[in-house]
């Protein structure tokens, strides 16, 4: 990612953030919709992942000029995933969901969304990797 690629994400995403809760429903919504498939993974009621998700990806966004900082927490969540059932062919369908989601704001342009895809390209590559890692990198890690 270029440095004016994390700036597009780190202030669109700003945008995002008074509406975070909307904004996960809407994202759940439309995942579920896409990926029938991986409802059963999650409980029936998702409001506490839509919590969990908007902040984990507030922590995300904010540490994308220095990978380094995100890695152990992003690790450990790639490894929590797994016990979720969740297969590396699922991160594209959340990606699709989230940047469909992100789209809904007015301020979405082509260079927008080719920061965000970007931007989760990293991320996702990122937790299959941890996923598929043999051990921990650190096992205090969150
Ligand atoms: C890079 C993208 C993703 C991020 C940032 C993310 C983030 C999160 C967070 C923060 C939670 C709350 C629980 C925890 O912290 O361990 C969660 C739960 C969950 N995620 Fe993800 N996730 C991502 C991708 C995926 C994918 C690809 C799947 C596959 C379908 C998935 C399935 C789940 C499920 C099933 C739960 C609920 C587990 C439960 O509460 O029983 N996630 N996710």
């Known amino acids: 990612m270029t440095p004016d690629q ?71 969540l790639a490894r929590r995933h797994v016990q979720y059932g969740a297969e590396p062919a699922h991160y594209s369908v959340v990606g699709a969901a989230l940047l469909w989601m992100l789209g809904l704001g007015s301020s979405w342009t082509p260079d927008v969304a080719a920061a965000w895809t970007a931007a989760y390209s990293t991320l996702s590559e990122l937790m299959i990797s941890a996923a598929n890692s043999p051990r921990p990198e650190q096992a205090s890690a969150k």
């Open 6 to 76: 994390i700036t597009l994400v780190q202030t669109s995403f700003a945008k995002v953030a008074p509406i975070s809760d909307k904004a996960a429903e809407l994202f759940y919504g439309r995942l579920f919709e896409i990926a029938p498939q991986v409802r059963v993974l999650f409980p029936d009621d998702v409001t506490d992942q839509r919590k969990k998700l908007m902040a984990t990806l507030a922590v995300v966004v904010k540490g994308l000029s220095n990978l380094d900082t995100i890695l152990p927490a992003a690790s450990a």
